[in-house]
């Protein structure tokens, strides 16, 4: 049994202009001490995939369809209509998580101790000096050097690097089965991103936990993840081991992203493949196949008229087009989707 | 110096420090060198790279070199002129002929006016052309863009951030600037939308003849547009070289760090991680030497007292002790060779005095700089 599986989750916001589905229609699941890589652009629905499990989903939002099951030791839970104080007891005790800015989840007015020790009492019934002890020791093991000093600082007095060691650090409090990170290098340097994500490959391999990558960028997911989901437009277009992805991506949406990173080209005369169009915003997804008004590929009537179905092309390899596998020459692309 | 070699930006020791002011009659108590002497220059119809870090001064750069923020000493000559002599009513004649696109397209447009007031803002203040030609400027300018002409009479929050990039893109060469400093123009906006927006850049960068200061932290971007790139740490440029050579055979400790640590999907290009141990320090407290030291796992007793000057070979321009070293030994690839494999032996340098990885000296506190591991000078 997967340690998550989620199944057919349809996560809808209700606005004056009317319901966004922002998520729909997911299915995804993660082995226990594995990461998955959940890409996608602004307003795919990652992040909102990554609520709704966490049971964060703020109002008018609502998880409208589907399940998030958890493996609680062998006994597989349903976290969606978990009530909210048993849903307290498994976000940050069984699930914990990190998100991109550490500042959102820090208060600038508690001490770094205050706020770590604070996450360990929440979960556990210990005094405040063995709180302090294992806060201690939860700074150690996300390499923060001099904790003692660091326990007694305030947020602001740490660089951002450091400070989303602290954030990783109350996430681990409770020794968490799942992490979910959203974005938790985005707000970081080069030189620091790569620490932090060393931090967390050798923490999954210590600690033996599952992580959840929410995250927009493919050179961090090929280097950090072992499966990789593509999201487009509130649903998953590509799912596949992360090695199999990338060496052959099968919907054109992959393929086009993968195409237009710069290191495909090397002389400044040749124009970089980009992908036309406008990134589709909830309340206008397209009919049909929701990448079709910016698909090569598209053909009439199928893709225009016809959702995919997410289909398994090769092993383990599942995808979101009518023609994966298949997809002939790029057709001349409709010249409304042209111009951005 | 013939007309013809003359480039058309020549930066040469700028300097920008703000002011520290603290108590009652806010004294001064120390200075952020955001950006402490650097220097180079760009040829007509070239463009620089400039990267580096947050807080490195790369933006402040840009910024000082139109004078939107005054540089404290240092000479800026944009076409054979001192822009930092300029006074304010000739210094509006060269900012026509430089112009600014910034990052934040959401920030950088103001929401309460249309595109048109927008782009006719800049025409107006400098004289160009009545109603009838300004609008014949704005609606090519537009074009130009890849927007249409109806943009003019709708307001910015009405785009996508690709959109609004174009229009603030619009308005920088509705001027018919001969000089960008793009900063960081790609950095906000989605994967799929940014090489669209690159593309853009150098279709109008060769049909207007531009001349390009690209500031960004992304390095395959900055790879594939930019001639030369110069890499800056801490106020100062640590290497500066044409964009090939500096890929290919990078010198400096940094860039080797730097370029080390971008995350690719291609595994033949994923460079052997050097992780950096620690943070940038403050820009209010440089570490004395080379500013690279603390955190250099090949810093050695003369890194921590000496600043580097200028090793060059051939247009491969780098500060650093070492580098010279190995550079008087061979040419520059043994020496970038020589340098990355001392760099994956995890530090340790010929003499076997500092060696700064690992856990034990992970942070390197800005509050001492000369915090550099166990080493014994």
Known sequence: MPLLEIRNLVTAFHTPAGRVPAVDGVSLSIERGTTLGLVGESGCGKSVTAMS???????????????????????????????????????????????????????????????????????????????????????????????????????????G???????????????????????????????????????????????????????????????????????????????????????????????????????????????????????????????????????????????????????????????????????????????????? | MSDAAAPLLAVSDLETHFPIRRGLFRRVVGQVRAVDGISFTIQRGRTLGLVGESGCGKTTAGRSILRLVEPTAGSVRFAGREVRAERPATLR???????????????????????????????????????????????????????????????????????????AIARAVVLEPEFLVLDEPISALDVSIQAQVVNLLVELRRELGLTYLFVSHDLSVVEYISDDVAVMYLGRLVETAPAADLYARPLHPYTHALFSAVPSVEAERRRRRIILPGDVPSPARPPAGCRFHPRCPLAEAVCREV??????????????????????????????????????????????????RGDAAEEVSPSSPSGSGKATP
């Open chain 2, 307 to 356: 600043d580097p000057p200028a090793t060059v070979v051939g247009g491969h321009r780098v500060h650093c002790h070492v580098a010279a070293r190995e550079l008087s030994a061979g040419d520059a690839a043994a020496a970038s060779a020589r340098i990355a494999s001392l760099l994956a032996a995890g530090g340790g340098p010929p003499d076997g005095t500092a060696k700064l």
């Open chain 1, 53 to 159: 499990v966490l049971g964060l989903v703020a109002s008018p939002g609502r998880i409208e369809a589907g399940q998030i099951l958890l493996d609680r030791d062998g006994r597989s839970i349903d976290l969606v209509g978990l009530p909210e104080r048993q849903l307290r007891t498994i976000r940050g005790g069984r699930i914990g998580m990190i998100f991109q800015e550490p500042m959102t989840s820090l208060n600038p007015v508690f001490t770094v101790g205050n706020q770590v020790t604070e996450a360990v009492r929440l979960h556990q019934k210990v005094s405040r000096q063995a709180a302090r002890a294992r806060a201690l020791e939860l700074l150690r093991l996300v390499r923060i050097a001099d904790p003692e000093r660091r326990l007694d600082e305030y947020p602001h007095q740490l660089s």
């Open chain 1, 161 to 340: 690097g450091m400070r989303q060691r602290v954030v990783i650090a109350m996430a681990l409090a409770c020794e968490p089965d799942l992490l979910i990170a959203d974005e938790p290098t985005t707000a970081l340097d080069v030189t620091i991103q790569a620490q932090v994500l060393e931090l967390l490959a050798d923490l999954r391999q210590r600690l033996g936990m599952a992580i959840l990558l929410i995250t927009h960028d493919l050179g961090v997911v090929a280097e950090t993840c072992d499966e990789v989901a593509v999201m487009y437009a509130g649903r998953i277009v590509e799912r596949a081991a992360a090695a199999s992805l990338f060496a052959r991506p099968l919907h054109p949406y992959t393929i086009g992203l993968l195409a237009a990173r710069p290191e495909h080209r090397r002389a400044a005369a040749d124009p970089l493949a980009a992908i036309p169009g406008m990134v589709p915003q909830p309340r206008d997804f397209p009919a049909g196949c929701r990448f079709h008004p910016r698909c090569p590929f598209a053909r009439e009537p199928r893709c225009t008229a016809e959702l995919p179905s997410l289909r398994e092309l090769e092993p383990g390899h599942l995808v979101r087009c009518h023609y994966a596998g298949d997809l002939g020459d790029p057709a001349t692309v409709p010249a409304e989707a042209r111009a951005e």
């Open chain 2, 93 to 167: 004649s060269l900012r026509r002929r430089m112009q600014i696109v910034f990052q934040d397209p959401y920030g950088s447009l103001n929401p309460r006016m249309t595109v048109r007031a927008l782009l006719e803002e800049g025409l107006l203040v400098h004289r160009m052309g009545d109603s009838r030609e300004r609008l014949r400027r704005m609606t090519a300018a537009l074009e130009r863009t890849g927007m249409p002409a109806a943009t003019l009479a709708r307001y910015p929050h009405e785009f996508s951030g690709g959109q609004r990039q174009r229009i």
